[in-house]
Each structure stands twice: as C-alpha cells, then as structure tokens.
C-alpha cells in the first residue's frame, strides 16, 4: 500500500466555519488559504442529481423548506445557501457535484467527497456519486477518496466505481470489528471522529495497512497529538487556527514513515 498520498490538514465542508458550508463559495475561501484539500458531503437531488448539501432538510442551511429529495437540483439551485451566514455570502447557491469538482480541478484542490444519502436512498446515492466522481476527476493527479457513514452506500461506490478510493467513517465509536469492516469495503482508510483515536489504536491500524484520517479537530493541542501519534489526515472546521500548514513541523512516525524508500 503506498504511502499517504494526500493532504495533511483538509478543511471540512469547503472552508470550515469560516464559509458557508458546502457552497463553491466556501471552496474558494479553503484554497485561499492555502488548503490543498477540502471535504464536503454530497446528497441526491429528487431527480437524482449529485448536490453539495450536508443534512436531509433544507432549512438549517438553505433559504427553502422541506426535504431535499423532495426538490430537482434546478429548484436547488435557486435556494440561498450563503445568507444564513452573513451577509458577504448572500446569493450563494446549493452546487451541484458537477461545478465542485471543476473548481476543485481548477484551483489544484483534492477532495474528500462524502456521500450523505437520505434515508433509503443509500445504494443509489452511492451509486450516482462514484459514477459521477469517475468521470468528473478522470485523468485528475488524485482521485477523490469517496467516504461514507453508510456501509450500504458504500459498497455501492465499491460496485460503480471500483478504482476510487474509500474511506469509512466511523460514529460514537470505533468497534473491535473495524478491520473486517475496513477489509469487507476495500477501504484505504478509517476516518474516525478524533476524540475517540488513542495511539495504540492508530499504530494498530497502520499495522494492518489502514490509512487514519480523524475528523472534526478544532483545537490545535489535538491536532498536534493526533499528528504525533502518526494520525495521517486531520479535517477541521477551525480553518485559522489550524491552517494548511500546521502538519509541516509534526513528524511523520509509525507505518507511513517506514515504508519511506531508505
């Protein structure tokens, strides 16, 4: 298994709590500050479009009501997703998968695309976002990582899209059957919520040839342990306190650093 080829420190849905979340918007503000990863999430519009969008129900984050399987991805469109923000972010609109990965090809960003399926539509939104991923980062210098809570959503990606990576993420808590879970979806990697990484655990799983990425890490004191113990991507919503280079001066230890050619 090669070694991590990714970013570091990636900021989690486009540009953390520093943007509205998973907007185009939010994209730009992570590449400008210097970010050469983002993580956003991705559900089904009701007429099956890949949409940038984290919870099922529109109103927390959008200026429309209701479910969003219950509206096509041009009604979508046409909703404010940047205004319950501020102000600077009035008008922006809910992307569509499409425009995020040509702006993340664009500006030289990698991405971890979350697939977030509303309930039962978890094979099919795992299905439409490998697909959708494939063909939209083809020839890319890296491939997304496709992660999901959803066992079942991505073993579809598994089926659509074999060669792209996967990444499981991991709720509450990490269960003694991670290894086989990790093994039965062909993942690269555990993402698992950082509070819950002990450094017995991270050397375990990179002894079983499994990558660590830990999500959401908003305290730098964290960040740094996490990074000591060998944790091999950090996701953050604190996108000023731990920047794009707060990785460069913790040292790379464990499984990736002996698999460094000597």
Known sequence: ?????????????G????????????????????????????????????????DQKLERTTSGRGLVSAHSAA???????????????RGEPVPRLEQAAELCRALGLWANVEIKPANGFERRTGEAVARAARALWQGAPLAPVLSSFSPLALGAAREAAPE?????????????????MT???????????????TQALVR???DAGVAVLAWTVNDPRAASKLLRWGVDCLVTDAVKRIGADFAAAAPRRGF???LRPK
């Open 75 to 89: 009604q979508l469109a046409r909703l404010d997703a940047g205004a319950w923000k501020g102000r600077r972010w």
């Open 256 to 258: 990736w650093r002996r």
């Open 164 to 180: 792209l990576p996967r990444g499981l993420l991991l709720k509450r808590r990490i269960p003694p059957h991670w290894l086989e």
């Open 183 to 197: 093994r039965d979806l062909e993942c690269v990697a555990l993402h698992c919520e950082g509070r819950l990484l």
């Open 15 to 54: 540009g953390g709590k520093a943007a509205p979340e998973n907007t185009l918007a939010a994209i730009r503000l992570g590449a400008e500050l210097g970010f050469g990863g983002v993580e956003f999430d991705v559900m089904l519009s009701g007429d099956g479009v890949p949409v940038l969008i984290h």
């Open 204 to 206: 375990a799983m990179h």
């Open 1 to 13: 298994m090669p070694r991590w080829p990714y970013p570091r420190i990636v900021a989690h849905r």
